[in-house]
């Protein structure tokens, strides 16, 4: 999921006191280097950097949430380097760019694998992107730890070395926002819903988990609707969805087509009761923009990531990005490709070696503490946490749910109108 959200004003500190490490090299890859080892004695192979190989969508459709992971990886290995790196060597970030492309990303995991002989492997945005990449990974025995990609058919694989880095898989992921409808007393609770999805392999199960459930509470579906993932005109589907009647609308968004919706709904006078969207509301300070901020009020969606949350290294990690972005605030996609790492770090230090089989042994059975929380997993490499609820609220994105961790103690309910 994807997922992103929470801009400046949630969490702020003082910036971390680390090093930049990274710096840009050329060609048709963007690497990271490392500055020499310090301290004497050990041999030149021991000094050498661990080369970890991503491959992220920097252009095309998916180029807002890849580059967005691509500062997380880079803040991860600028703390991991100011404290001694990975195994006492200094980690490069070996990046190529996929271009959400399906083809393109085969080759470049090949090519880190087989080229660039890298040492460890890191995931890339969106389940289309990393079905194929895991594949890679698996058949060369390196394991893929993926930021974003829930769709259940990266787990009914049955993959040994695959790890998905946030708190669940795609159907699950908003539990808690169909718990609260199908909670809501009879007299108040939608009657009706409708479900737009983008054709994508995360969006819909999502969908089609939030539309299950409230189904079986008695709300009735009145529209559903797979839509491409080029559609850039969402007037006849808003249309249609008006015509339709639906009370409550849950759509499965990655970011233009969210705001495509919205910006259509406003044109032909139509405003659900409840409106839920995956990942578009969570990149906050591009959502906000695009619909103006009266326009975001009371629209949920589910996060993985809070800045607000004590979990261990949130702290450094937003005042890192802060220090390096020039003050901007981490998109979502940045966290969990920061967790991504994270997980990976945990398991090579807990290893003590690059042994992928080791590695994918010890994520089988141990528990891994990231700026997300806890994070585990099943046998095929699927998470068995919970997603957060957040809902749009006063201008900024809030937790509403569970209450142990909410921002929040209230729900905005029914939703405004558009201004």
Known sequence: MRGRFWRRGVLLGAAASVFFLAACGGGGQTGSAPAASG?????????APIRI?????LTGSFSDPGTAAHKGYQVWQKLVNANGGLLGRQVQLVVKDDQSDVNTIVAD?????????????????????????????????????????GSPEMFSRHFHFLFF????????????????????????RPKTGAYPSQDDPFTSPVIDGIRTQLEACGVKTVYKQIYPPDTTNFDTIAQAIKASGAELVAEGAVFTDGVGLIRSFQKVGYSPKVLFETSAPSETDQFKGAIGVANTEGIFFTTSWSPAASYPMNREFLDTYHQMFNGEEPAEDAADAFAAAQVLQAAVEAVGSLDQEKIADWLHSHTVQTILGPLSWDADGAPQQAFILAQWQGGAPQ?????????SRQIVFPKPGWK
Request: proline share 7%.
């Open 109 to 149: 995991y090949n090519a880190l694998i087989s080229q660039e002989k890298v040492d460890l492997l890191l995931g890339t945005f969106s389940s289309k992107l990393n079905l194929p990449a895991s594949a890679v990974a698996e058949k060369a025995h390196m394991v893929y730890v993926e930021p974003a990609g």
């Open 399 to 407: 937790v509403v749910l569970p209450e142990a961790v909410a921002t």
């Open 39 to 47: 301290g004497g004695g050990g041999n030149t192979a021991a000094k």
């Open 53 to 57: 190989g991503i491959s992220l969508p």
């Open 165 to 188: 880095a946030q708190q669940a898989t795609a159907p699950h992921q908003a539990d808690l926002f169909a718990h609260w409808v199908c909670g809501l007393p009879a007299d108040q």
